[in-house]
């Protein structure tokens, strides 16, 4: 699905005066917009490149230098990566001013190929993949995240200590309890509607101050793209009324986590090749294999959609974020949901994924599993009926990033299908963020300890 502008209509656009300015970006290990503003002027006669450092998919959270990646280090001296414009993801971006986006990928300067593990590329290659294969792999995430009063900024001044939700109570599908956010909201829905992202709804989610926001189905690639606008929406619209959202995992161990669960199937000309009206639950043997090669690896998976220490902490039961990775239809307590069943929208939901997830990374391993199962013509294991918080001698979701990373770094499924380089880097980010939290002293250590100990 396009964007909602073509190159010649943003010409246009700068000519009239109502565009200015074009925002080039790229997406970085963590899931976040990087780039350049351009005068709009200076973009439209000069569309095809630009450049950045290439330690911007060498850093953390905090854009510290980290040490340890093949790709960038101080030996290397920090090169530069080409930005390459992809026209066709040119959008209005009508929350900020005379605003137009475009995403770009990104190039090793020297090589001329796509660098191999930037998040855009690596889904990329999973995307051609499916296509070698005849498929056409479409998938939607479902965002949670939390509004709260106050701006980052404040939020920042004060050490994070007075986070006050926008609700009091618990607000899942509540019209009025909700209604003193919709001036938040409203704007979030026409304003991505207006970037050219079908935006189907918003609702309350299950605790206070908690929302989702769900879009359109759509190819994987602006499945991707669309996700990354609508989490970078949601915080600027939200600051523009003097609030702040997060999509951490888990910001208050009492409090639910905010997901962002996969609902993905394959298209071959249009059709929806995991139905089959003659199977059970309208369940092709496609998708059966699809299903059974996401089972098989999603415990080396799970770090693509847990990236981070505080990820972990999401995963609780009785709370919907699941702790076993096994399937079941319609429930809500496995991490693989078949949603749909018997109809012509039949699909895989997988629910382990969290709100901090970087969508292209998750779906680009969801995809390599599910296409290595219909190659390898896995068999699907038994559906799982009940409670699965209590069920027994399952295979379990990692209970820590550090379990996650082991599990990456040992799997020769996603290393053969992303390549040794794009694995080994992303184990370098998770023993990271492994390594700056065993360092730091915590909240809990200071209270549970300082007088007792």
Same mark, same amino acid.
């Given at each position: ?123 990329? =290659? ?187 902490? =999401? ?21 693989? =949901? ?8 039949? =699909? ?106």
């Amino acid at each position: 699905m396009p964007a909602n502008l073509t190159f010649d209509t943003l010409k246009k656009a700068v000519q009239s005066g109502e565009i200015d300015t074009v925002t080039v970006a790229f997406v970085d290990m963590q899931g976040r917009l990087m780039g350049k503003r351009f005068h709009a002027a200076h973009f439209i006669e000069n569309p095809d490149e630009t450049h950045c450092c290439n330690y911007l998919l060498a850093t953390d959270f905090e854009m510290n230098t980290v040490q340890g990646y093949a790709a960038a280090s101080w030996a290397t001296g920090y090169g530069d990566y080409v930005m390459k414009p992809d026209l066709s993801t040119l959008r209005r971006v009508p929350w900020s001013p005379g605003t137009a986006l475009c995403m770009c990928d990104l190039y090793d300067h020297k090589t001329h190929e796509l660098v191999p593990h930037a998040p855009r590329s690596i889904l990329r =290659r999973q995307i051609a993949r499916a296509a070698a294969m005849g498929f056409d792999p479409m998938m939607a995430t479902e965002l949670e995240f939390y509004l709260f009063e106050e701006s980052f900024k404040t939020h920042f001044d004060t050490g994070y200590r007075s986070l006050v939700p926008t609700a009091r109570h618990n607000v899942d599908y509540a019209i009025t309890s909700t209604f003193p956010d919709e001036p938040v909201m409203r704007a979030l829905r026409n304003g991505l509607y207006g970037a050219g992202i079908p935006v189907e709804n918003s609702k309350g989610e299950a605790n206070a101050g908690q929302h989702e926001i769900n879009v359109k189905y759509s190819d994987a690639l602006d499945t991707a793209d669309m996700h990354v606008v609508v989490k970078g929406a949601t915080k600027e619209i939200a600051y523009s009324y003097g609030q702040s959202a997060t999509f951490l995992a888990k910001f208050a161990h009492g409090q639910a986590g905010s997901s962002s669960h996969v609902h993905q199937s394959l298209f071959q000309d249009g059709r929806n090749v995991f139905y089959d009206a003659d199977a059970e639950y309208g369940m092709s043997a496609l998708m059966r294999h699809y299903m059974a090669g996401q089972l098989q690896y999603a415990r080396e998976l799970t770090y693509f959609l847990a990236p981070y220490v505080n990820s972990y902490k =999401r995963f609780v039961t009785g709370l919907f974020a699941p702790t076993k990775a096994i399937w079941s239809v319609d429930n809500r307590t496995a991490g693989f =949901r078949v949603c749909g069943d018997g109809t012509k929208g039949v =699909r895989v939901e997988c629910r382990i994924g969290g709100s901090d997830l970087n969508p292209y990374l998750a779906c680009a391993a969801l995809l390599a599993a599910g296409l290595e199962g219909i190659e390898k013509k896995l068999e699907l294991e038994p559906e799982f009926a009940g409670d699965a918080y209590a069920a027994q001698d399952v295979r379990q979701v990692p209970k820590t990033l550090g379990e996650a990373a082991e599990e990456l770094n040992g799997s020769a499924m996603l290393r053969a299908a992303m390549g040794d380089e794009v694995v080994d880097h992303y184990v370098r980010a998770a023993n990271w963020e492994t390594e700056e939290f065993n360092r730091v002293v915590t909240d809990w250590e200071l209270a549970r300890g300082f007088e007792r100990a």
